[in-house]
């Protein structure tokens, strides 16, 4: 679920508290099954806070279908990254692979990531229309404050993002 809040939490530009490394580290090898589970325990805990938060319930509805919208984002997004390492590994086992085969896929990756990274901050920005200063600090404060728990081995929740 760390892995699933940060991303959201990002991709709304509130907090930062997703780890790149923590993804794999908790992630790597779970079945289809779990990680599901684990983006519906996010999603779940977002609406909760979205609707402590929000003080118009058609405002919060409107606000909890677009952090739907992110979810579906970065699990696509996180799909389609695994399908550009598994063709890295692939490629990785032929002797006479060129570096053209290799920078091909790297750019389509970086491509990838640019676009999710556009349309994930573009619903952020639709969140932040439908919400006042006020509920916007009260959440991100609230998210600063749920993400400090998730932090493995710091001294507290990570900044500078």
């Not at 619903?123 to 009260?138: G, I, N, P, S």
């Not at 404060?141 to 710091?154: F, N, V």
Request: aromatic letters at 8%; a positive charge.
């Amino acid at each position: 679920m760390h892995r699933m809040v940060n991303g959201l939490l990002v991709g709304m530009g509130m907090v930062v508290l997703v780890g790149c490394s923590s993804y794999h580290h908790h992630h790597h090898g779970m079945g289809a099954g779990k990680s599901e589970a684990y983006w519906q325990k996010g999603q779940q805990d977002m609406a909760g806070l979205i609707n402590r938060t929000v003080q118009d319930p058609n405002k919060a509805k409107e606000v909890n279908a677009l952090v739907g919208e992110i979810i579906n984002e970065l699990k696509a997004s996180r799909e389609q990254e695994r399908n550009y390492h598994r063709q890295l590994y692939t490629l990785n086992t032929s002797y006479t692979a060129e570096p053209a085969e290799f920078s091909k896929i790297l750019n389509e990756a970086t491509v990838q990531r640019t676009q999710s990274s556009a349309k994930v901050l573009s619903l952020r920005f639709k969140m932040k229309e439908l919400m006042t200063a006020d509920e916007w600090k009260a959440m991100s404060d609230k998210m600063l404050s749920y993400s400090s728990r998730y932090q493995h081995g710091s001294g507290g929740p990570k900044s500078g993002y």
